[in-house]
């Protein structure tokens, strides 16, 4: 399964669903809002495998522990395992959560006070699609990095030869803005890229390339 089967296969759309459900999203904006988080998550999880052996063990563990792709089968399980999401995104932004939570909500359109729940909800989807291909791929710690470097690269190239569908268009311009200026740190290239960075830049880009491609998702709306 690559990372786009993910965000627009029965996983992804399951989670939607219930997050549109439970807080009165529209279940597109959470289908795009994943198609951030997901690349997001797995750069920043491959830079910290990468830098750090101890991290790179503390993720794999994590991984063999509790997240075996089951989750995949049975998405439902995300609306239960929100709190933990949330623990996982601290782990993985540290104090950056807060940075992150606001750009997002900014370029999606989700309030401040939904933005982190969904989140939540988002995180044990990714992490169960990272553990099941770990399992699939017979990776152990120290092939993290150039696993999940896999999975994004497959990701680049599957959504620039599908360029027609606005969420390849999403994840064409979150996986290809750190090719260019990267500052090193895989969030601020993509928050700020992407994203469209500073609120002066944002207010000019009008919400910058996401705010742009969710319009169109959207209806303009």
Request: aromatic content about 2%.
């Amino acid at each position: 399964m690559s990372l786009i089967d993910l965000i627009t296969g029965n996983a992804g759309n399951q989670v939607a669903a219930d997050a549109e459900n439970k807080f009165g999203i529209s279940r597109n904006q959470v289908i795009a809002l994943l198609a951030v988080a997901a690349p997001l998550v797995i750069s920043y999880l491959r830079k910290k495998s990468q830098e750090n052996p101890a991290e790179a063990d503390a993720l794999n563990n994590a991984l063999d522990r509790d997240h075996d792709g089951s989750i995949l089968n049975d998405p439902s399980q995300a609306a239960a395992r929100q709190a933990e999401g949330g623990s996982i995104l601290d782990h993985i932004f540290g104090g950056q959560k807060a940075s992150v939570e606001n750009q997002l909500s900014q370029n999606t359109g989700i309030s401040m006070d939904k933005i982190g729940p969904i989140l939540g909800m988002l995180a044990p989807l990714i992490m169960g699609y990272i553990g099941k291909e770990k399992q699939a791929n017979g990776v152990t710690s120290g092939g993290l990095g150039d696993l999940l470097g896999g999975i994004l690269g497959g990701a680049q190239n599957q959504a620039q030869a599908e360029p027609s569908n606005p969420l390849n268009d999403i994840l064409g311009q979150v996986l290809g803005s750190g090719q260019q200026q990267s500052s090193g740190n895989p969030l601020n290239d993509i928050l700020g890229q992407v994203l469209g960075g500073g609120q002066q830049q944002q207010q000019q880009q009008g919400g910058g390339l996401l705010g742009g491609i969710l319009g169109n998702i959207l209806g303009g709306r």
